[in-house]
């Protein structure tokens, strides 16, 4: 494995922290502490809102980043982890509800990855309109290795399937 990897993270959030303030905010200041303890953020989207998927009713923020790290995907995945659970995330209850701060790998430059915990690409990053459109932002021309698809075409065969 190379010194240094690429990975596109998917940034999600539907509830104000007391320090950081609405969730666009949350967004912002979670980019600059990965920047900081994580690896370089090299891009960054603007912040976009989305409805909630599941039993949440508040709108999420959403952001795409692109962070260059020397983690290997287990070590990435913990340090996300932490990174929520510094920023009030809970685990436990119900899946898919209010949360402060969501942290998804959804691409990386290894390619596939799958253990236990983790799966990369991250398995539902194609049907997310959420997703797609931050991360086209940043990098339109980045491809899924099981698909061979670009973020661009994703979002696209995304937005007009069935039309």
Same mark, same amino acid.
């Given at each position: ?8 993270i ?6 104000? /922290? ?9 967004? +912002?200041?979670? +980019? ?16 976009? /809102? ?8 508040? @709108? ?19 340090? &996300? ?8 995330? !809970?685990?436990?209850? @119900? ?11 959804? $691409? ?10 983790? +799966?990369?690409? /991250?398995?539902?990053?194609?049907? !997310? ?12 021309h980045?491809?899924?290795? &099981? +698909?061979?698809?670009?973020?661009? @075409? $994703? $979002?696209f065969?995304n937005? /007009? @399937?069935?039309?």
């Amino acid at each position: 494995m190379p010194d240094q990897h690429l990975y596109l993270i998917a940034l999600g959030g539907n509830v104000r /922290h007391r320090r950081y303030g609405v969730p666009a905010q949350v967004l +912002t200041a979670a +980019t600059d502490a990965i920047d900081d303890a994580v690896g370089k953020v090299v891009a960054a989207s603007p912040v976009m /809102h989305s409805a909630a998927v599941g039993p949440s009713a508040r @709108q999420y923020a959403n952001a795409a980043i692109l962070v260059r790290s020397k983690f290997g995907p287990r070590d990435m995945l913990a340090a &996300l982890k932490d990174m929520e659970a510094i920023f009030g995330r !809970r685990r436990g209850g @119900q899946r898919w509800s209010a949360r402060t701060l969501d942290c998804d790998i959804v $691409l990386w430059s290894g390619g596939v990855w799958a253990d236990e915990a983790l +799966t990369i690409p /991250h398995p539902l990053f194609r049907e !997310r309109d959420f997703v797609l459109q931050p991360a086209a932002a940043i990098v339109p021309h980045w491809r899924d290795p &099981l +698909t061979n698809l670009s973020i661009r @075409q $994703l $979002l696209f065969r995304n937005r /007009h @399937q069935g039309a």
